[in-house]
Structures are given as structure tokens and as C-alpha cells.
């Protein structure tokens, strides 16, 4: 099975509206770690996010925030208020022990973000 | 403060030669990873160092991918002979020590073999 799972390969959003992508992770292990990153299309792999699976509260990174539904295995992404700047691949990815070795991350394919004006 | 480093940013190169992509990362991380990223097999992790040693190499495709990392500033990762099925971005990254530190990526270095 795969361990971080985007179904969205694509997605549209209009200018200033909320956004949601979608990723599921699947791991045996209690603790693990889910980060988001963003690839613009000059390249570069930029941190947005953090959830620890211990963590009660969902995280919250100025216009990022996290939906963390632990139970379901889910971790979206939330932008809120898009702005054309947030066009972009978004990759979510997972550490945890099972991985082999728990500094290592396992990435989804991505989902890539257009905003509409 | 300064993030990861990589050189050079854009590679061409024929079929055969030798090709070394360099790595400087963020001062006092521990951890120090290559990447490669393709169309076709997404972000995979090729090597990863802790204090410089090589923890854990199984992703590495085969015996022309070699990488090493002399002291805590520098980090090469050659191809030895290169060719055309290994074009892609290579990206080197960083991070603490800690479930919670994320990866810091360097800007990554597009390499094409002709």
C-alpha cells in the first residue's frame, strides 16, 4: 500500500477563495510525524507545515492550516484566502519509524494548485 | 541565514562523463539527504548521512551513483558514467535532529544527459 496517498492530481481555485488537498497516510506506527511542502514552478521545495500525531490541536501556519482527522488517517492541507502566488505543487509526506529509520520521509506525487483571478 | 546550497544549478553533459553535484548544508543540521525527482518516480531518496556517515544507501539506483560527505559542510554525489535515463532535478536537504524538524531543500540541480 502506499504510505502517503494525493488523489488530486490537479485543482482549481478561485482567487481569495479556501482550498482543500487532500492526503492520507498509512503507517502501524503511534508516533509519526506529516509535513507539507510547496514546488513552485521555479523549483525549489519550500516547508509550510507540521503535525506531530501526538499533537491534540491542528497546526496552523499563517494561511496553512492543517485538518488532522488521525482516525481516518488523514492530514489536509487548508489554504485559505488563495493567492495567485499559491499556484504551486503541493507534496504531503510522512515520517515514521517504519519507513526504515525514522529521519527518513516518505512523499505523495503531489497535487498541483492553479489559482484563478 | 543561509539555507542549503547546491552546484550547480543546471548540468548538460553527454552520455558517458563524469558528473559530480555539490552540497553545502545549513550549519550545525545533522542530517544531510539527496534527492531525485522525475516525472515518472516522483521525489525518491537516494542517500542519507548523520554526522557524516551514510545511514542508509538503498536508494541509491546502482553502482554508478556513489555520494559522500567529508566533514560537516560538504556533501558530492557523483555519476560515473552518466546516462541519458538519469536526467532529473537533484535535490540535496537538511534538517535537525527530532520527529518535528522539517527537511530544508537546497534549490535543487536540473541535470541533463545527452
Known amino acids: 500500500a502506499q504510505k502517503i496517498t494525493q488523489t488530486q492530481p490537479g485543482m482549481f481555485v478561485q482567487e481569495k477563495e479556501a482550498v482543500t488537498l487532500d492526503c492520507t497516510y498509512d503507517t502501524s506506527d503511534q508516533s509519526y510525524g506529516l509535513f507539507w511542502y510547496k514546488q513552485p514552478s521555479s523549483g525549489e521545495m519550500i516547508f509550510l507545515i507540521y503535525?506531530?500525531?501526538?499533537?491534540?490541536q491542528n497546526a496552523t501556519e499563517g494561511r496553512y492550516s492543517l485538518n488532522f482527522q488521525k482516525a481516518r488517517k488523514s492530514a489536509n492541507l487548508v489554504i485559505s484566502a488563495s493567492q495567485l502566488g499559491d499556484s504551486a505543487m503541493y507534496f504531503c509526506?510522512?515520517?515514521?519509524?517504519?519507513?526504515?529509520?525514522?529521519?527518513?520521509?516518505?512523499f505523495g506525487t503531489g497535487t498541483k494548485l492553479q489559482v484563478i483571478p | 541565514d543561509a539555507g542549503v546550497i547546491q552546484s550547480p544549478r543546471h548540468e548538460v553533459t553527454e552520455m558517458g562523463q563524469e558528473v559530480t553535484l555539490r552540497c553545502k548544508p545549513i550549519s550545525g543540521h545533522d542530517y544531510l539527504f539527496w534527492y531525485r525527482q522525475t516525472m515518472m518516480r516522483g521525489l525518491e531518496l537516494l542517500i542519507y548521512?548523520?554526522?557524516?556517515?551514510?545511514?542508509?544507501d538503498s536508494g541509491m539506483p546502482e553502482d554508478r551513483f556513489s555520494a559522500k560527505m567529508p566533514n560537516a559542510s560538504f556533501s558530492t554525489l557523483k555519476i560515473q558514467p552518466s546516462e541519458p535515463r538519469d536526467s532529473a532535478v537533484y535535490f540535496c536537504a537538511s534538517s535537525l535532529i527530532g520527529t518535528d524538524q522539517p527537511q530544508h531543500f537546497g534549490d535543487g540541480t536540473r541535470l541533463s544527459i545527452l
Open positions: 503535525q506531530g500525531s501526538y499533537d491534540e
Open positions: 509526506a510522512m515520517r515514521d519509524f517504519s519507513s526504515g529509520g525514522y529521519q527518513k520521509v516518505t
Open positions: 548521512f548523520n554526522n557524516n556517515v551514510p545511514i542508509d
